[in-house]
């Protein structure tokens, strides 16, 4: 098969070609060309940046020049903008961070979260006299400084313009203490004024935001952090926040997921009936978990961006081509074809990965399992229940051959360490699998009678191994199976037809011959 019809030999697992995914780039150029020619410009401020966005917008809303079903131009103008953004945007950014003005005056810190804002002296912004002798009389330094701007610069920090926005935001306000009251991300609107501007979102890559010329010629991405005045509580049993701190004692190497365990391993007082989640549930359930209710399944911190990965790709397609990410939106039978098309992509580009890689299968065959469960409805609109039962038989069957045959260390399963409890343990972990499959098993069966009146073809997420017998097992079961049939040899012997009876007549012999089958 040509290279151009085989999917990026970096991503095994999509099911676009290289020559689809080729055009799809070569078509965003072109788009990138056309709306181009009337951008500002790099030294442009951000309105005039706006401005520009607001043109390219309304020209994009009403000419009717694309099709979405062919592909011929983008269904959304903000793919095509973040793209010019990006190639103009320079190397190195500074990132700011603005903070609404009646937030701020609002805003209370607790002490040990003042010294933490303090401390990030490379962050938050310099210039403060030295009589500040803390957070208080830092924010009244603050409040005190551009007082007819509504916003208030309070951090800067400098960045890749291809560093992930969220992740470079999250850093800063755990840096500054204040990851407990930050509570949105958006962008300001030009001349202070956000309502002029608020349907436009965030994008991924600091460089693909409006950016905009600093003095002294660097260059500048805003983001407005909306704060709450005092600390988002967070209700956590003291049980999650012990996990959380064994996270951070391994170095952040490992992270979990709490898997309830049944009612007949729970006290009736402290039973807790929850779908599997992760450490992310509501404050209520989170309270009410302990130890007791719970089973914490340790894995591999790799586990998260591989998770997101198959997730995104599974659900929205993420890296196919444009055509395949407009059919998935429809919701339909094509839209179950592809998604079965896409998870057995995964699948078959998991049991490539080869040598000392068990961990990432590992990790990518959880990730499958889950997002297959996550939203199942591919399993019940589609042209293929064959298809569909093989996929998670097979899925199940490389579980319990492939995968659950590999020791705890081998799969990463387990917390570790000298200091790690029995509930902590490889084994612990195991067990925390097995519990989590549990609830995903009844997600992955599927009624083929019900659904498409076959009853022949049965769909069920087996990843239970047989139990290996011992020799003396095998040899006693054999044993058993020999002694069964002699007795039977014997039983027929005994009633074999006497030599006197074979005149009878033939209807006799029918019912000797009856009886001797009934024997037998």
Sequence with gaps: MHASMCPPDDQPWLISSRGELDRDAEKMEIWKSDWKSDFPGLSSSFSEKVAWIK??????????????????????????????????????????????????????????????????????RAGYPSTVAGWSDYKTWLLALDTADPDVLIATIDCNKEQDLGDALNESMLSLGLQRHASTFTI??????????????????????IHFPLVGGATGVAVKVGMTATEKQRQSSPFVSELISLQKASGDTKIFIIVPKHDSETSDSEAH?????????????????????????????????????????????????????RRLQKGNTDTGNLKLAILGAEFEALKTLKGPQTELKFCTALALTRAMAWDSTWMHDNESPEDTVAMVNKLGEYWRNSLLKK???ELGLGLGGAGASEAHSGPASRLALFRLFETIAPRLKLDLEGDYGDSSLKCHFNWVARKRRSGAEVAAEKAKMEAQKAAKKAKKASNAVPASASASSASDAHILDQDSMLHV
């Excluded at 609107?189 to 600091?206: C, E, V, Y």
């Excluded at 914490?296 to 961006?305: D, E, F, I, N, S």
């Design 188 to 209: 300001p609107g030009p001349g202070n004024d956000s309502r002029s501007f608020s349907g436009r979102f965030l994008q991924q890559k600091i460089g693909q935001n």
């Design 55 to 124: 043109k390219v917008d309304d020209k994009h809303s009403e000419e009717d020049y694309y099709d979405t079903m062919d592909g011929d131009a983008p269904d959304e103008s903000e793919d095509v903008i973040a793209g010019i953004l990006s190639d103009c945007c320079p190397v190195n950014v500074t990132l700011q961070m603005w903070v609404p003005r009646v937030h701020l005056e609002g805003l209370t810190l607790t002490a040990a979260n003042g010294s933490t804002f303090m401390s990030a002296t490379s962050i938050h």
């Design 273 to 325: 009936d929850s779908d599997e989640d992760d450490v992310n549930q509501g404050s209520a359930e989170r309270a009410l978990m302990s130890s007791e209710t719970q089973h914490t399944l340790w894995l591999p911190a790799a586990y998260t961006a591989v998770d997101e990965r198959v997730r995104s790709h599974c659900c929205e397609g993420e890296g196919e081509s444009k055509g395949i990410q």
């Design 407 to 409: 020791s705890d260390a």
